[in-house]
């Protein structure tokens, strides 16, 4: 009689401590769950300390409009703002009750943070078991802190994280059939930017497709108005209070679609996060190519070694993944020795090194899962992902929709991605998840595979990025940390306004540091806090801009030296509103901090030049 067969804990100790260890990982509860990524959380928040967004620039804006509003002061009538006014307000708010600060503002964005990571875990939980959602949401987690200026607690604007939030609640309801609770989001989703309404549209007209497909005319047309009417009713009686306060054409054609300025610069500062260049399909196909050649190899290791018996032979299994990184640094040769298309291989090959080719190449499982739904749906089978047609085109349409914003740039360095990527890294664990379930053998290769794409971009974050906001700030609304060659010149600059001006005196900050309005807790000194390429449209707006600031006899003006990369015209009182930088350099300065050197983007200025516009130094 021949022997039974030892199973693989009988063979090895080691191998059973590991059977052992999958189990009690596969057992996992919500309630462990919410403690790994409170505990991921926590030490992202204690190792970024203040060192969150970019408070001078787009933040900086934030701020100014929201202590504006808790103040009493509207927007879109007293001051410009760009978005819609769910998530200003809600900060706006918050300032109101706590008091205007950068503690405050902190606070704010540390619960807001909470708040997406929890409603992504809600809606994961819904596809995924337990740990893959968990996994997937410490992803999510470690992209808002980006170490950058987009991310989930300083960001840009507020306006991002509420429509991701809002779109996250909207994609959790469509999950539990609540077409009216969709819609209430949906309608939440319009009140923040422009693109993320456009999604929810996108994304409820999917689901009413899914639900032809699925039930027919009857139940489709029954939902119809229950997806429509609440959203629509919400955002548009919103909308019709903030256009009776400030006038529709001032609402609508000067804040929300500003019309002048985008028939100036249009948006040529993110044209190259979506090119329509072949070069564009050919680093989203590289992008895919790498992330999926090294997931594949390192599946394959898994199920080649599940299936040796001695250590010989498991050790001779390994060679997908050695294989698939020489394969990867041939193309790579390749690649170099052709000559084609420098900057796209440049980016691929960054983007790997800097550890985030698991979110960079995001849009491009996006645009596949498109492809492979359109396929199914015309063939008449069934929906791959839940099994109802209604809510995996929701999901998928919205996934790839807000890949497709920037699927050439799809890192926090380079584009508003953060604010686009958690639906994207649901369809990620999702094929994680299908993969392990494809090849049981690979079960703890797919789920640590999908860890490694948390803990690559959280350690590039807190590695590489976060480590250059390295120096305290002190002002008037509390403290934060920026770069060692920015900290000194803005302490300087905060310091000498102290000194010279009165608190709630008005102060002019231009082109764009918008936060020295609110740091230096002084008064906005026009309708425009902010002053970038096309603003100020022609020279009767410049004159009216004078006129006002000769009225209200503001006396200071801080002039920070920034080139608006990409736009048409870069550089303030050089390509535009040369008449407006003449008259308010005029005179020579009473004040320079800095070494005149020019940035760009979101980097924190270095230089700031300031000057007396009240005519009192001696000028006209």
């Known amino acids: 009689m021949s022997a039974t ?65 808790a103040e009493g002061h509207q927007p879109y009538a007293d001051i410009r703002y760009f978005y819609g006014p769910l998530g200003v307000y809600a900060l706006g708010g918050t300032f109101a009750i706590f008091g205007a600060s950068f503690t405050t503002a902190f606070a704010f964005g540390l619960v807001q943070a909470a708040a997406i990571c929890a409603a992504f875990y809600l809606l994961a939980r819904r596809l995924l078991d337990v740990v893959t959602a968990c996994v997937a949401t410490l992803i999510v987690a470690a992209i808002g ?35 009216v609770l969709a819609s209430l989001a949906a309608g939440l989703v319009c009140l923040t930017r422009p693109e ?19 039930e027919g005319w009857g139940p489709t047309l029954r939902a119809l108005p229950r997806l429509a009417l609440p959203g629509l009713l919400l955002a548009g009686t919103v909308y019709a209070v903030l256009a009776a306060e400030a006038g529709a054409s001032r609402l609508f054609t000067e804040n929300l679609w500003p019309v002048k300025m985008l028939s100036s610069a249009g948006f040529a500062s993110q044209e190259a996060w979506a090119p329509k260049t072949f070069e564009g399909l050919v680093a989203t196909l590289a992008r895919a190519g ?17 299936r040796e018996h001695t250590t010989g032979e498991r050790i001779k299994a390994l060679w997908p993944l050695p294989f698939a ?14 000559g084609i298309w420098e900057p796209a291989r440049e980016a691929v090959q960054e983007e790997l090194s800097h550890l985030i080719i698991g979110m960079s190449w995001l849009p491009a499982l996006g645009f596949i899962a498109c492809v492979l739904l359109a396929v199914r749906f015309l063939k008449g089978k069934s929906a791959p992902i839940t099994g109802n047609w209604a809510f995996d085109l929701a999901l ?28 994207l890294v649901l369809l990620l664990a999702v094929l994680h998840d299908r993969v392990a379930k494809r090849w049981p053998q690979a079960r703890a290769a797919a789920a640590l595979a999908l860890l490694a794409v948390a803990v690559g971009l959280a350690a590039y974050a807190e590695g590489a990025l976060y480590p250059h906001e390295s120096t305290v700030v002190h002002t008037e609304r509390g403290s934060f940390k920026t770069t060692a060659a920015s900290a000194p010149v ?17 102060v002019l900050a231009v082109p764009a540091d918008a936060g020295i309005d609110f740091m230096s807790d002084r008064e906005v000194a026009l309708y425009n806090p902010m002053f970038l390429p096309g603003l100020l449209y022609d020279r009767a707006e410049e004159r009216e801009a004078i006129a006002q600031l000769k009225a209200e006899g503001v006396r200071y003006a801080v002039v920070d030296k920034r080139n608006f990369d990409r736009y048409p015209q870069e550089k303030f009182g050089i390509e535009y509103n040369r008449p407006f930088a003449a008259w308010i350099e005029r005179d020579p300065p009473v004040a320079e901090f800095g070494d ?3 940035v760009g983007g979101e980097n924190p200025a270095t230089s700031f030049t300031i000057y007396d516009i009240s005519g009192e130094s001696g000028g006209g």
């Open 5 to 69: 067969p030892r199973t693989a804990t009988e063979r090895s100790p080691w191998a059973g401590r590991a059977h052992e260890l999958g189990r009690r990982v596969a057992a996992a509860t919500d309630a462990q769950a919410a403690a790994v990524v409170g505990v991921f959380f926590v030490i992202l928040a204690a190792l970024s300390r203040q060192a969150w967004g970019s408070p001078s620039v787009d933040a900086g804006h934030e701020l100014t409009v929201a202590s504006m509003i």
């Open 145 to 179: 802190f980006s170490g950058t200026a987009f991310n989930f607690v300083l960001p840009h604007t507020n306006s991002a994280t509420f429509g991701l939030l809002s779109t996250l609640l909207m994609l959790l309801a469509l999950s539990h059939k609540r077409l």
């Open 196 to 214: 993320f309404a456009a999604i929810a549209i996108l994304t409820l007209g999917a689901y009413l497709l899914g639900t032809w497909r699925q």
């Open 290 to 306: 790498t992330y999926l050649l090294l997931f594949g190899s390192v599946v394959a290791t898994a199920v080649l070694v599940a």
């Open 325 to 338: 990184i020489v394969l990867i640094g041939f193309v790579d040769l390749a690649w170099r020795a052709l």
């Open 396 to 423: 998928v349409a919205c996934a790839a929709a807000l890949g497709a914003r920037a699927y050439d740039a799809f890192t926090a360095e380079g584009s508003y991605a953060p604010y686009y990527a958690p639906p």
């Open 490 to 506: 803005l302490q300087s600059t905060l310091d000498w306004i102290d000194t010279h001006t009165e608190p709630g005196e008005a």
């Open 596 to 598: 005149g050197a020019r």
